[in-house]
Nanobody, 126 residues
Framework: QVTLVESGGGLVQPGGSLRLSCGVS????????MGWFRQAPGKEREFVGV????????LYADSVKDRFTISRDNAKNTVYLQMISLKPEDTAVYYC???????????????????WGQGIQVTVSS
C-alpha cells in the first residue's frame, strides 16, 4: 500500500513563504511522477505543479509560476513544494499525488494520479 503524507502547512501572511513536504511510503517513489494540487472552498481541485520521476522536468500552473518550486529527494522518498510571495488566493487545501505511468500530456489532470495524500491546509491572511 502506498501512503502519502503532507506536512508543513499553516497560516502565513501575504508575501510570506512556506515549504510543504510530502513523504511517500510503501511504493517505488523514484519511479513516480509527483504532482501537487490544491482545492479552495467552493472550488474544484486545481493543478499546481508536477515533477518527473528524475526531477529533471517540472511543470507549473500559470497562477503559481515563478513563485512556487517543486523539488524531490529520491533518497528520502520526499517531494517538496516551496512557495514564496504567497497571496490570499493561494489559500487552499494542498494535496500531493503520485502518478505511476501516465503520459506527460496528462500530468496536469487529477485523474492521471494513482495515489493521493490526505491534504494539508495553507491559509494566507493578515
Amino acid at each position: 500500500q502506498v501512503t502519502l503524507v503532507e506536512s508543513g502547512g499553516g497560516l502565513v501572511q501575504p508575501g510570506g513563504s512556506l515549504r510543504l513536504s510530502c513523504g511517500v511510503s510503501g511504493g517505488t517513489f523514484h519511479r513516480y511522477t509527483m504532482g501537487w494540487f490544491r482545492q479552495a472552498p467552493g472550488k474544484e481541485r486545481e493543478f499546481v505543479g508536477v515533477i518527473s520521476w528524475s526531477g529533471l522536468r517540472t511543470l507549473y500552473a500559470d497562477s503559481v509560476k515563478d513563485r512556487f518550486t517543486i523539488s524531490r529527494d529520491n533518497a528520502k522518498n520526499t517531494v517538496y513544494l516551496q512557495m514564496i510571495s504567497l497571496k490570499p488566493e493561494d489559500t487552499a487545501v494542498y494535496y500531493c499525488a503520485a502518478d505511476v505511468d501516465s503520459a506527460a500530456s496528462q500530468w496536469s489532470t487529477a485523474v492521471a494520479y494513482d495515489y493521493w495524500g490526505q491534504g494539508i491546509q495553507v491559509t494566507v491572511s493578515s
